[in-house]
């Protein structure tokens, strides 16, 4: 049976290779791969707490966890949004490189 221990590990695993992913790579799309692993991370972190925190009834909450339906949902309008301006990008500058993305302007 997995404790609260093992799914924090496993969180902090997942959110440090977004982190790394986020400050080592240059590419656009591995930048924003690295911030949806973060996010999956801090909902498995939230779904872990919820599961592991037992009311007088002993059920667990479920106010995480339905927090974290609203965080997946608000993610996949997030990444609709990002990847409309990611190709929106490609498409004007031929790259997805950031730092041949410097400015603002078209």
């Known amino acids: 049976m997995p404790t ?11 959110f440090s290779i977004g982190l790394v992913g986020v400050l080592l790579r240059r590419n656009i799309l591995i930048i924003f791969m690295g911030l949806e692993l973060m996010l999956n991370a801090a909902n498995l972190s939230l779904v872990a707490f919820s599961r592991f925190n037992l009311g007088q009834d002993g059920l667990p909450g479920y106010n995480a966890q339905v927090l974290v339906f609203f965080i997946i949902t608000v993610a996949a309008a997030e990444v609709a949004v990002g990847l409309a301006i990611i190709v ?6 031929q790259t997805t490189h950031v730092e041949d993305l410097d400015t603002l302007k078209f």
């Open 88 to 93: 929106a990008l490609y498409r004007m500058r």
């Open 4 to 14: 609260l221990a093992n799914y924090l590990i496993v969180s902090g695993g997942l």
